[in-house]
Structures are given as structure tokens and as C-alpha cells.
């Protein structure tokens, strides 16, 4: 079955640290890589993506992810935290032999305290 | 403007009453989806259309029927509604490349009571 994991409920950093928010996947083909971020009460936010080319993508809000192949890893990092970044956090993948599904992991509550 | 727009933003009904939540994007995007996010926050993919044809359908009740009249909008009826169909309802939209990122709307909470 297909699938995407983010193995932490809640990742909690203090401001100014880096952060890392963890996804790994298990799906057919090259798959196209994205993250998310949802604020309270809003709709998901895009972040970023990995379609192809260097391993290591930039997006917004200096946010960057690192796609590893051989681990079937795509993590979300941040080299300083800051405390408006606290937010649900969504890693999903849509699998290489499909171009309309879009599966979603179980989200990171990111929390970034002062 | 907004790029993907869902109406109503809440939605309170009592069991057994029938409702639609409607979705409208002005991207020029060929693919519209409805994901349902539970209680915990699992975002679940519902249904999926491509140029007004039914792509995706998942292991949804046959009581929830989505319906695109054009490319451009994709609404979801839910018939005899149920306690457990509470929920926050996203649509959202792509090109129909699979390399492009999703865009989702604000969501419709649905509270069944």
C-alpha cells in the first residue's frame, strides 16, 4: 500500500534552533514530493516540493527539505526557528504512476516556544 | 481574488438533513479534489475530477455524490448526513501535471448534530 509517514505527533524547539520535521514514504515510481503547512482555522499552505535535480530544495519561509532516495526520506528543516513558525506540518506525496493523487501524511504540530 | 473558494466556511445540521458544500478556483486548473481532515487531523483524499470526469473515488459512502458542472467548480452533496461525517472539508485544485502543487481552499467545517 502507499503510504507517507511523519513519525513525530509534535516536535517542539525553541526559537533560534534549527528544526527538523521528518517524512518518509513508500510509493510506485519517482514520486513528486511537497510540504504543507496549515495555520489554526486555515487551509494548507504550500511550502515546497522535490520533482527532480538537486536533493536539497528551498521554499518558503526558509524552509528547506532534503529528498534521499535510498531512505525513502524527504525532511523538513529550518536552520532558525522562529516562533510563528509553530503550525501543523503535512508531508504528501503523489506516486510516480499517478498524477491526481495526492497522499497526505499524518501532520507534525510544530511548536516553537520563545 | 481568491484562488480556491468554498462555501459556507461553517456548516452546523442535524442528523438526517441532506447539504452540499460548493468549490470554485479561478486557476485554469484542470484537476479538482475533496479531502476530508477528521477530528485528528488525517487529511484524507475523497474524490478527485479531471476536466468534469470522475477520476478518484475512494472508499467514500455513497451518501456523499460530488457533481462538476464545469472545470472550474466541484461540489459535494451529502445525503442523510451522520455524526460521523463531522469534519473539515477541503477542496482544492492543480494543473493536471503531477509535478504541480495542489492549492486548497479554507475549508468547510461540517458539524453533524
Known amino acids: 500500500a502507499q503510504s507517507v509517514a511523519q513519525p513525530e505527533d509534535q516536535v517542539n524547539v525553541a526559537e533560534g534552533n534549527p528544526l527538523t520535521v521528518k517524512c518518509t514514504y513508500s510509493?510506485?515510481?519517482?514520486?513528486?514530493l511537497f510540504w504543507y503547512v496549515q495555520y489554526p482555522n486555515r487551509g494548507l499552505q504550500f511550502l515546497l516540493k522535490?520533482?527532480?535535480?538537486?536533493?536539497l530544495v528551498k521554499g518558503s519561509y526558509g524552509f528547506e527539505a532534503e529528498f534521499n532516495k535510498s531512505q525513502t526520506s524527504f525532511h523538513l528543516k529550518k536552520p532558525s526557528a522562529l516562533v510563528s513558525d509553530s503550525a501543523l506540518y503535512f508531508c504528501?506525496?503523489?506516486?510516480?504512476?499517478?498524477?491526481?493523487?495526492?497522499?497526505f501524511g499524518s501532520g507534525t504540530r510544530l511548536l516553537v516556544r520563545p | 481574488d481568491t484562488a480556491v473558494s468554498q462555501t459556507p466556511k461553517y456548516l452546523v445540521t442535524q442528523m438526517g438533513n441532506d447539504k452540499s458544500i460548493k468549490c470554485e478556483q479561478n486557476?485554469?486548473?484542470?484537476?479538482m479534489y475533496w479531502y476530508k481532515q477528521d477530528s485528528k487531523k488525517f487529511l484524507k483524499i475523497m474524490f478527485s475530477?479531471?476536466?468534469?470526469?470522475?477520476?478518484i473515488n475512494e472508499t467514500v459512502p455513497n451518501r456523499f455524490s460530488p457533481k462538476s458542472p464545469d472545470k472550474a467548480h466541484l461540489n459535494l452533496h451529502i445525503n442523510s448526513l451522520e455524526l460521523g461525517d463531522s469534519a473539515v472539508y477541503f477542496c482544492?485544485?492543480?494543473?493536471?501535471?503531477?509535478?504541480?502543487?495542489?492549492?486548497f481552499g479554507q475549508g468547510t467545517r461540517l458539524t453533524v448534530v
Open positions: 482544492a485544485s492543480s494543473p493536471r501535471t503531477g509535478s504541480t502543487e495542489a492549492f
Open positions: 510509493v510506485s515510481g519517482n514520486p513528486y
Open positions: 522535490y520533482i527532480t535535480g538537486d536533493n
Open positions: 504528501a506525496v503523489r506516486p510516480g504512476d499517478s498524477s491526481y493523487k495526492l497522499i
Open positions: 486557476l485554469g486548473h484542470d484537476t
Open positions: 475530477y479531471n476536466n468534469k470526469e470522475l477520476i
